[in-house]
C-alpha cells in the first residue's frame, strides 16, 4: 500500500520554497514543478504560499517553455484556483512570440485554463492558436508538427480528445468553433506551420530536486 504525505509536511516544504523564492529566486522549473506535484497530490498550499508561487511563475513566464507554461496553467486549473489577471495576461503575451512550438497538449491545456478563468485572449491570439491547433491536428506525431528523434506517434483517441478539448475552450473563449473544420482542410496554412517548427520535448519531460524529494518521501516515508 502507498503512502501519502502529511498536510504539515507538504506545508513545510512549500513554505521553504517560498522562503527560497523570498531570498534568492525560483526558476520556472522549479515553480512549475511544485505547483504540478500539489495538483497531483491534490494539495492547495496555503493562500499566501499560492500569491507566492503565482508571482514567481509571472516574473519566469518570458522565458518559459511551453511545457512550462502548461504544467502551471494545468496546476491552476487542478486546484481550483484563479491566478491573478497579471499572470494570465503575462501568459498570453509570452506564448505570443513562440505559440507556433507548441505541442498540441500544451497548447490545448493552456487554451482550457485561459477559457476556465474566463480570460479572452486577442483575437489575433486566438486566430494564430486556432490555425496552430488544425495543423497540429493533422501531424502523425505527438509532441508537435516537426518531425525528429523521440516523437511519439498520435492515436486517433489522443488526437480527437485533443480536438475536441481545444473546439469546446475555443468556443467558451467566444470564438466560431466551426472555423477549425476549415482551418484543417487549409493545406497552405498546415504546410506553412509544418515548415517552420523546431523540435520541443514531450510534456511534463521535465524533472526537478522537489519532485524527486517528494516522490522519495511517497515511496518510502
Not at 522549473?29 to 503565482?54: E, F, I, R
Not at 478563468?117 to 483575437?123: F, K
Not at 469546446?168 to 498546415?190: F, H, M, R, W
Not at 530536486?209 to 511517497?218: C, N, T, Y
Request: glycine share 6%.
Amino acid at each position: 500500500m502507498g503512502h501519502s504525505l502529511s498536510g504539515e509536511f507538504l506545508d513545510a516544504s512549500v513554505g521553504r520554497l517560498c522562503e527560497l523564492q523570498a531570498s534568492q529566486g525560483l526558476n520556472m522549473q522549479n515553480v512549475a514543478m511544485t505547483l504540478w506535484a500539489c495538483a497531483t497530490m491534490n494539495y492547495k498550499p496555503a493562500d499566501g504560499h499560492m500569491s507566492t508561487l503565482a508571482a514567481a511563475a509571472t516574473q519566469q513566464l518570458p522565458t518559459a517553455s511551453h511545457i512550462e507554461m502548461a504544467q502551471v496553467a494545468w496546476a491552476f486549473c487542478q486546484l481550483d484556483t484563479r491566478p491573478p489577471d497579471s499572470f494570465l495576461l503575462q501568459l498570453v503575451k509570452s506564448s505570443e512570440a513562440n505559440l507556433e512550438t507548441f505541442s498540441y497538449l500544451s497548447l490545448a491545456t493552456i487554451l482550457q485554463a485561459l477559457a476556465k478563468m474566463q480570460y479572452p485572449p486577442p483575437d489575433a491570439w486566438l486566430d494564430r492558436a486556432a490555425a496552430l491547433a488544425a495543423a497540429l491536428h493533422q501531424s502523425p506525431f505527438l509532441g508537435g508538427l516537426a518531425k525528429g528523434r523521440g516523437r511519439r506517434p498520435f492515436s486517433e483517441r489522443q488526437r480527437e480528445r485533443l480536438r475536441e478539448s481545444v473546439r469546446l475552450s475555443l468556443k467558451q473563449l467566444g470564438y466560431q468553433p466551426l472555423t477549425l473544420d476549415a482551418l484543417e482542410n487549409n493545406e497552405v496554412i498546415v504546410r506553412s506551420l509544418s515548415g517552420n517548427l523546431a523540435q520541443y520535448s514531450e510534456f511534463f519531460a521535465s524533472g526537478s530536486a522537489l519532485l524527486l524529494g517528494l516522490g522519495s518521501a511517497l515511496l518510502w516515508g
